[in-house]
Protein backbone atom coordinates (compact mmCIF):
# COMPACT_ATOMS: atom_id res chain seq x y z
CA UNK A 1 0.00 0.00 0.00
CA UNK A 2 2.76 2.08 0.93
CA UNK A 3 4.85 1.25 -1.86
CA UNK A 4 1.25 2.24 -4.56
CA UNK A 5 1.30 5.63 -2.99
CA UNK A 6 4.78 6.46 -3.32
CA UNK A 7 4.74 5.30 -6.84
CA UNK A 8 1.11 7.55 -7.10
CA UNK A 9 3.30 10.92 -5.78
CA UNK A 10 6.18 10.16 -7.72
CA UNK A 11 3.80 9.95 -10.93
CA UNK A 12 2.62 13.27 -9.83
CA UNK A 13 5.33 14.91 -8.58
CA UNK A 14 7.32 13.78 -12.18
CA UNK A 15 4.45 15.17 -14.39
CA UNK A 16 3.93 18.35 -12.52
CA UNK A 17 7.78 18.94 -12.78
CA UNK A 18 7.26 18.38 -16.54
CA UNK A 19 4.75 20.82 -17.52
CA UNK A 20 5.87 23.33 -15.23
CA UNK A 21 8.98 23.17 -17.41
CA UNK A 22 6.81 22.35 -20.86
CA UNK A 23 5.08 25.87 -19.76
CA UNK A 24 8.41 27.69 -19.31
CA UNK A 25 10.00 27.08 -22.38
CA UNK A 26 6.61 27.51 -24.49
CA UNK A 27 5.99 30.46 -22.97
CA UNK A 28 9.85 31.70 -23.48
CA UNK A 29 10.20 30.36 -26.55
CA UNK A 30 6.85 32.49 -27.94
CA UNK A 31 7.61 35.78 -26.19
CA UNK A 32 10.97 35.98 -28.22
CA UNK A 33 9.73 34.48 -31.55
CA UNK A 34 6.74 37.49 -31.02
CA UNK A 35 9.43 39.91 -30.67
CA UNK A 36 12.93 38.98 -32.16
CA UNK A 37 14.18 42.09 -32.33
CA UNK A 38 13.54 42.46 -28.73
CA UNK A 39 15.81 39.61 -27.90
CA UNK A 40 18.08 41.03 -30.41
CA UNK A 41 18.47 43.91 -28.16
CA UNK A 42 18.82 42.25 -25.53
CA UNK A 43 22.00 39.66 -26.69
CA UNK A 44 23.33 43.39 -28.04
CA UNK A 45 23.32 44.41 -24.34
CA UNK A 46 24.97 42.12 -23.36
CA UNK A 47 27.76 42.12 -25.44
CA UNK A 48 28.41 45.48 -24.89
CA UNK A 49 28.39 44.87 -21.17
CA UNK A 50 31.01 42.04 -21.88
CA UNK A 51 32.79 44.44 -24.18
CA UNK A 52 32.37 42.91 -27.72
CA UNK A 53 31.71 44.23 -30.61
CA UNK A 54 31.30 44.57 -34.14
CA UNK A 55 29.38 41.59 -34.54
CA UNK A 56 26.87 41.76 -37.36
CA UNK A 57 23.34 42.60 -35.79
CA UNK A 58 22.19 39.89 -38.23
CA UNK A 59 23.91 36.75 -36.83
CA UNK A 60 22.44 38.17 -33.92
CA UNK A 61 18.79 37.75 -35.20
CA UNK A 62 19.59 34.26 -36.44
CA UNK A 63 20.98 33.64 -32.47
CA UNK A 64 17.79 34.98 -30.76
CA UNK A 65 15.52 33.55 -33.84
CA UNK A 66 17.53 29.65 -33.09
CA UNK A 67 17.20 30.54 -29.25
CA UNK A 68 13.38 30.90 -29.77
CA UNK A 69 12.92 27.77 -31.97
CA UNK A 70 14.83 25.69 -29.69
CA UNK A 71 13.03 26.61 -26.03
CA UNK A 72 9.81 25.87 -27.98
CA UNK A 73 10.88 22.71 -29.29
CA UNK A 74 11.86 21.69 -26.32
CA UNK A 75 8.69 22.42 -24.59
CA UNK A 76 6.82 20.78 -27.05
CA UNK A 77 9.16 17.78 -26.65
CA UNK A 78 8.11 18.37 -22.86
CA UNK A 79 4.63 18.76 -23.41
CA UNK A 80 3.80 16.01 -25.02
CA UNK A 81 6.20 13.49 -23.07
CA UNK A 82 8.33 12.56 -26.42
CA UNK A 83 11.70 11.28 -26.49
CA UNK A 84 11.37 11.23 -22.62
CA UNK A 85 14.89 10.27 -22.22
CA UNK A 86 16.21 12.89 -24.43
CA UNK A 87 14.78 15.45 -23.73
CA UNK A 88 15.23 15.22 -20.07
CA UNK A 89 18.62 15.05 -20.65
CA UNK A 90 18.70 18.22 -23.07
CA UNK A 91 16.37 20.16 -20.54
CA UNK A 92 19.33 19.52 -17.34
CA UNK A 93 22.04 20.38 -19.63
CA UNK A 94 20.23 23.61 -20.94
CA UNK A 95 18.93 24.62 -16.91
CA UNK A 96 22.14 23.79 -15.74
CA UNK A 97 24.35 26.48 -18.15
CA UNK A 98 21.25 29.10 -17.66
CA UNK A 99 21.70 28.68 -13.88
CA UNK A 100 25.60 29.03 -14.39
CA UNK A 101 24.84 32.16 -16.33
CA UNK A 102 22.40 33.90 -14.07
CA UNK A 103 24.48 33.39 -11.17
CA UNK A 104 27.34 35.04 -13.09
CA UNK A 105 24.67 38.50 -13.70
CA UNK A 106 23.32 38.26 -10.60
CA UNK A 107 26.99 39.30 -8.85
CA UNK A 108 28.35 40.66 -11.86
CA UNK A 109 25.03 42.90 -12.99
CA UNK A 110 26.06 43.41 -16.50
CA UNK A 111 22.19 44.11 -17.44
CA UNK A 112 19.65 45.12 -15.27
CA UNK A 113 17.19 42.14 -16.41
CA UNK A 114 17.83 39.16 -17.93
CA UNK A 115 15.08 39.57 -20.95
CA UNK A 116 14.28 35.77 -20.72
CA UNK A 117 10.62 36.57 -21.01
CA UNK A 118 11.07 39.78 -23.04
CA UNK A 119 9.07 43.07 -22.24
CA UNK A 120 6.16 40.74 -21.20
CA UNK A 121 7.23 39.89 -17.77
CA UNK A 122 10.05 41.82 -16.66
CA UNK A 123 12.44 39.90 -13.36
CA UNK A 124 15.32 41.30 -11.32
CA UNK A 125 18.58 39.06 -11.62
CA UNK A 126 17.61 38.26 -8.39
CA UNK A 127 14.41 36.58 -9.38
CA UNK A 128 15.67 35.06 -12.28
CA UNK A 129 18.39 33.20 -10.37
CA UNK A 130 15.51 32.30 -8.02
CA UNK A 131 13.43 30.67 -11.20
CA UNK A 132 16.39 28.98 -12.42
CA UNK A 133 17.41 27.34 -9.16
CA UNK A 134 13.85 26.20 -8.93
CA UNK A 135 13.49 24.89 -13.06
CA UNK A 136 16.54 23.66 -12.25
CA UNK A 137 15.29 21.15 -9.89
CA UNK A 138 12.81 20.55 -11.54
CA UNK A 139 14.65 19.11 -14.43
CA UNK A 140 16.31 17.21 -12.51
CA UNK A 141 13.30 15.44 -11.48
CA UNK A 142 12.81 14.50 -15.00
CA UNK A 143 16.51 13.52 -15.75
CA UNK A 144 16.16 11.14 -12.72
CA UNK A 145 12.43 9.73 -13.31
CA UNK A 146 12.09 10.39 -16.67
CA UNK A 147 10.04 7.06 -16.84
CA UNK A 148 7.16 8.33 -14.69
CA UNK A 149 6.36 11.00 -17.76
CA UNK A 150 3.50 10.25 -19.66
CA UNK A 151 2.61 10.01 -23.26
CA UNK A 152 0.23 12.57 -24.96
CA UNK A 153 0.82 10.56 -28.57
CA UNK A 154 1.82 8.20 -29.86
CA UNK A 155 5.69 7.49 -30.62
CA UNK A 156 5.06 7.18 -34.77
CA UNK A 157 3.51 10.63 -34.90
CA UNK A 158 6.33 12.13 -33.24
CA UNK A 159 8.04 13.83 -35.98
CA UNK A 160 4.83 15.21 -37.61
CA UNK A 161 3.94 17.05 -33.81
CA UNK A 162 7.33 18.45 -33.61
CA UNK A 163 7.70 19.30 -37.60
CA UNK A 164 4.30 21.59 -37.37
CA UNK A 165 5.37 22.68 -34.12
CA UNK A 166 8.63 23.92 -35.17
CA UNK A 167 7.56 25.45 -38.73
CA UNK A 168 5.01 27.06 -37.72
CA UNK A 169 6.29 29.10 -34.41
CA UNK A 170 9.25 29.94 -37.30
CA UNK A 171 6.55 31.19 -39.62
CA UNK A 172 4.86 33.28 -36.34
CA UNK A 173 9.06 34.46 -35.43
CA UNK A 174 9.27 35.75 -39.89
CA UNK A 175 6.03 36.97 -39.42
CA UNK A 176 6.65 39.55 -36.58
CA UNK A 177 9.27 40.71 -37.95
CA UNK A 178 7.98 41.30 -41.47
CA UNK A 179 4.80 43.15 -39.61
CA UNK A 180 5.68 44.04 -36.04
CA UNK A 181 4.93 41.44 -32.82
CA UNK A 182 1.73 40.56 -33.32
CA UNK A 183 1.12 41.15 -29.14
CA UNK A 184 2.79 43.80 -27.80
CA UNK A 185 3.95 43.90 -24.12
CA UNK A 186 5.51 47.50 -24.76
CA UNK A 187 4.56 50.39 -23.44
CA UNK A 188 3.49 51.63 -26.62
CA UNK A 189 1.08 49.56 -27.52
CA UNK A 190 -1.74 50.71 -29.73
CA UNK A 191 -4.54 52.29 -27.71
CA UNK A 192 -1.81 53.51 -25.11
CA UNK A 193 -2.66 56.98 -24.01
CA UNK A 194 0.88 58.87 -24.50
CA UNK A 195 0.14 61.96 -22.43
CA UNK A 196 -1.30 60.42 -19.74
CA UNK A 197 1.93 58.53 -19.44
CA UNK A 198 3.79 61.66 -19.29
CA UNK A 199 1.30 62.86 -16.40
CA UNK A 200 3.75 61.01 -13.23
CA UNK A 201 5.31 63.25 -10.63
CA UNK A 202 8.93 65.00 -11.21
CA UNK A 203 10.51 62.51 -9.02
CA UNK A 204 8.95 59.26 -10.88
CA UNK A 205 10.12 60.48 -14.48
CA UNK A 206 13.94 59.60 -15.60
CA UNK A 207 16.51 61.70 -15.65
CA UNK A 208 19.19 62.89 -17.46
CA UNK A 209 22.70 64.39 -17.72
CA UNK A 210 22.48 66.58 -21.01
CA UNK A 211 26.00 67.80 -21.97
CA UNK A 212 26.45 69.73 -25.10
CA UNK A 213 29.82 69.20 -27.05
CA UNK A 214 31.49 71.62 -28.99
CA UNK A 215 34.71 71.78 -30.85
CA UNK A 216 37.31 74.13 -32.09
CA UNK A 217 40.69 73.31 -33.47
CA UNK A 218 40.79 69.34 -32.79
CA UNK A 219 39.64 70.24 -28.93
CA UNK A 220 36.63 69.41 -27.75
CA UNK A 221 34.46 71.55 -25.06
CA UNK A 222 31.59 69.77 -23.17
CA UNK A 223 29.08 72.29 -21.29
CA UNK A 224 26.11 71.93 -18.90
CA UNK A 225 22.56 72.47 -20.14
CA UNK A 226 22.22 75.51 -17.83
CA UNK A 227 26.09 76.67 -18.90
CA UNK A 228 26.69 79.80 -21.18
CA UNK A 229 27.03 79.22 -24.97
CA UNK A 230 30.78 79.75 -25.82
CA UNK A 231 31.86 82.03 -28.50
CA UNK A 232 31.04 81.66 -31.99
CA UNK A 233 34.70 80.14 -33.27
CA UNK A 234 32.81 77.19 -31.36
CA UNK A 235 31.36 74.46 -33.51
CA UNK A 236 28.55 72.55 -32.09
CA UNK A 237 28.81 68.98 -31.92
CA UNK A 238 26.43 66.88 -30.09
CA UNK A 239 24.25 66.75 -27.66
CA UNK A 240 24.76 64.00 -24.79
CA UNK A 241 22.08 63.03 -22.52
CA UNK A 242 23.23 60.12 -19.89
CA UNK A 243 20.53 58.80 -17.69
CA UNK A 244 21.47 58.77 -14.19
CA UNK A 245 17.94 57.70 -12.58
CA UNK A 246 15.56 55.01 -14.50
CA UNK A 247 11.54 55.34 -14.93
CA UNK A 248 9.15 52.80 -14.05
CA UNK A 249 9.31 50.22 -16.71
CA UNK A 250 5.55 50.82 -17.46
CA UNK A 251 6.30 54.54 -17.95
CA UNK A 252 7.65 55.98 -21.10
CA UNK A 253 11.44 55.21 -19.97
CA UNK A 254 13.78 57.55 -21.68
CA UNK A 255 11.80 58.48 -24.58
CA UNK A 256 12.12 62.31 -25.38
CA UNK A 257 11.95 64.19 -28.84
CA UNK A 258 14.69 67.15 -28.49
CA UNK A 259 15.22 69.82 -31.47
CA UNK A 260 18.79 70.85 -31.56
CA UNK A 261 18.95 71.74 -27.62
CA UNK A 262 15.75 71.76 -26.44
CA UNK A 263 13.16 69.26 -25.08
CA UNK A 264 9.70 69.89 -26.73
CA UNK A 265 8.01 66.05 -25.83
CA UNK A 266 5.06 67.59 -24.43
CA UNK A 267 4.49 70.34 -26.95
CA UNK A 268 4.58 67.66 -29.81
CA UNK A 269 2.45 65.24 -28.03
CA UNK A 270 0.02 68.29 -27.24
CA UNK A 271 -0.93 68.30 -31.07
CA UNK A 272 -4.49 67.85 -31.32
CA UNK A 273 -5.58 65.59 -34.33
CA UNK A 274 -3.09 63.30 -36.12
CA UNK A 275 -0.16 62.90 -35.16
CA UNK A 276 2.20 60.62 -37.72
CA UNK A 277 5.84 59.49 -36.02
CA UNK A 278 8.32 58.04 -38.80
CA UNK A 279 10.46 56.40 -36.56
CA UNK A 280 14.02 55.63 -37.50
CA UNK A 281 16.51 54.99 -34.94
CA UNK A 282 19.40 55.02 -36.94
CA UNK A 283 19.08 56.57 -40.26
CA UNK A 284 22.30 55.13 -41.68
CA UNK A 285 20.89 51.64 -41.87
CA UNK A 286 17.36 52.85 -42.37
CA UNK A 287 15.12 51.00 -45.13
CA UNK A 288 15.53 53.48 -48.39
CA UNK A 289 13.51 51.44 -50.29
CA UNK A 290 10.73 52.69 -49.61
CA UNK A 291 11.39 56.44 -49.64
CA UNK A 292 8.20 56.97 -52.13
CA UNK A 293 6.14 55.81 -49.82
CA UNK A 294 7.13 57.47 -46.87
CA UNK A 295 7.44 61.01 -48.93
CA UNK A 296 3.32 60.34 -50.40
CA UNK A 297 2.55 59.44 -47.18
CA UNK A 298 4.32 62.75 -45.64
CA UNK A 299 2.21 65.05 -48.87
CA UNK A 300 -1.11 63.38 -47.94
CA UNK A 301 -0.27 64.95 -44.28
CA UNK A 302 0.40 68.19 -45.65
CA UNK A 303 -2.99 68.22 -47.68
CA UNK A 304 -5.13 67.14 -44.31
CA UNK A 305 -3.95 70.06 -42.12
CA UNK A 306 -2.14 66.32 -40.18
CA UNK A 307 1.34 66.98 -37.87
CA UNK A 308 4.07 64.28 -40.02
CA UNK A 309 7.71 64.29 -37.81
CA UNK A 310 10.77 61.97 -38.32
CA UNK A 311 12.47 60.60 -34.87
CA UNK A 312 15.56 59.75 -35.43
CA UNK A 313 18.65 59.36 -33.21
CA UNK A 314 21.28 59.92 -35.90
CA UNK A 315 23.41 63.35 -36.03
CA UNK A 316 22.30 66.24 -38.29
CA UNK A 317 24.83 65.20 -40.52
CA UNK A 318 22.96 62.16 -41.55
CA UNK A 319 20.02 63.68 -41.72
CA UNK A 320 20.64 66.01 -43.78
CA UNK A 321 22.50 62.81 -46.12
CA UNK A 322 19.10 61.03 -45.78
CA UNK A 323 17.09 64.06 -46.88
CA UNK A 324 19.10 64.85 -49.84
CA UNK A 325 18.38 61.19 -50.57
CA UNK A 326 15.13 60.43 -50.61
CA UNK A 327 14.25 64.28 -51.11
CA UNK A 328 12.31 64.15 -47.40
CA UNK A 329 10.88 67.42 -46.58
CA UNK A 330 9.70 66.08 -42.77
CA UNK A 331 11.11 68.01 -40.00
CA UNK A 332 13.67 65.62 -38.62
CA UNK A 333 13.38 65.62 -34.41
CA UNK A 334 16.10 63.77 -31.96
CA UNK A 335 15.36 61.08 -29.41
CA UNK A 336 17.28 57.91 -27.67
CA UNK A 337 17.28 55.19 -30.18
CA UNK A 338 16.92 52.49 -27.33
CA UNK A 339 13.38 54.42 -27.06
CA UNK A 340 12.78 54.52 -30.51
CA UNK A 341 13.33 50.77 -30.94
CA UNK A 342 10.70 50.11 -28.28
CA UNK A 343 8.40 52.18 -30.16
CA UNK A 344 8.27 50.60 -32.90
CA UNK A 345 10.39 46.98 -33.69
CA UNK A 346 11.43 48.56 -37.38
CA UNK A 347 13.57 51.09 -38.91
CA UNK A 348 12.04 52.94 -40.10
CA UNK A 349 8.41 52.46 -38.52
CA UNK A 350 5.39 54.60 -38.46
CA UNK A 351 3.32 55.26 -35.43
CA UNK A 352 -0.27 57.28 -36.11
CA UNK A 353 -1.49 59.05 -33.61
CA UNK A 354 -4.80 60.78 -32.30
CA UNK A 355 -4.91 63.35 -29.47
CA UNK A 356 -2.27 61.51 -27.97
CA UNK A 357 -3.68 58.11 -28.31
CA UNK A 358 -1.62 55.45 -30.41
CA UNK A 359 -3.91 54.44 -33.20
CA UNK A 360 -1.79 51.94 -35.23
CA UNK A 361 1.54 51.09 -36.46
CA UNK A 362 3.36 49.99 -38.98
CA UNK A 363 7.10 48.26 -40.30
CA UNK A 364 8.82 49.58 -43.59
CA UNK A 365 7.89 45.99 -44.63
CA UNK A 366 3.95 47.01 -44.30
CA UNK A 367 4.37 50.82 -44.31
CA UNK A 368 0.77 52.19 -45.44
CA UNK A 369 -0.22 53.78 -48.66
CA UNK A 370 -2.35 57.31 -48.05
CA UNK A 371 -5.18 55.78 -48.99
CA UNK A 372 -4.98 52.83 -46.82
CA UNK A 373 -4.42 55.91 -43.85
CA UNK A 374 -7.18 57.59 -45.48
CA UNK A 375 -9.80 54.82 -44.64
CA UNK A 376 -8.43 54.96 -40.89
CA UNK A 377 -9.25 57.77 -40.65
CA UNK A 378 -12.64 57.41 -41.60
CA UNK A 379 -13.02 54.27 -39.55
CA UNK A 380 -12.09 56.20 -36.87
CA UNK A 381 -14.73 59.56 -37.38
CA UNK A 382 -17.60 57.58 -37.59
CA UNK A 383 -16.81 55.37 -34.85
CA UNK A 384 -16.40 58.39 -32.43
CA UNK A 385 -19.43 59.99 -34.09
CA UNK A 386 -21.46 56.59 -33.45
Not at 33 to 51: H, Q, R, S
Not at 111 to 119: A, K, R
Not at 173 to 199: H, N, Q, S, W
Not at 355 to 363: E, F, P, V
Request: with cysteine; net charge negative; hydrophobic share 45%.
Amino acid sequence: MKSSTKQILKNIGVNVCRFILAATFLFSGFVKANDPLGTVYKLEDYLAAWGITGIPELFVLLVALALAFFEFGLGIYLLFGMRRKWTSRVAFAFMAVMTVLTIYIYIANPVTDCGCFGDAIILTNGQTLLKNIFLLAAAFVLLKWHEYERHLVKSSIYWIVSTISILAIMAYAVYCIYALPVIDFRPYKVGTDIRKMLEVPEEQRPQFKVTIVYEKDGKTLELDIDDDDPDSTWHYVETKREMIKSADHNMMADFYIQEDDFEITEDILATDGYLFFLVAPILQTADEGGMDKYNDLYDYTQQNDMEFYCLTASDPEACSHWADYTGAEYIFYNSDERALKTVVRANPGLVMIKDGIILKKWSNWNFPTPEEVEAIVKANEKGIEE
